[in-house]
């Protein structure tokens, strides 16, 4: 059997400082779209996350 967790948020990545997280997920604000997109990717490749784009201008990293 393999336990452990498997799937959850790994961060949440935009460009809105009024969003605020009271979780224990860690939110980077990026200053410009090009930039959320690429801190996204890179945050994606070194947690071996997927990206998703909540279409309120932020994404979230999750693994699955």
Known sequence: ???????????????????????????FYAKTEEQKERLAL??????MGMVHDLENGAYVIVRH
Do not use: H, Q, Y
């Open 42 to 47: 890179l945050v994606s490749k070194i947690t």
């Open 1 to 27: 059997m393999d336990f452990g967790i498997k799937e959850n948020i790994i961060a949440i990545i935009t460009t809105d400082r009024s969003m605020v997280s009271t979780t224990t997920v860690p939110v």
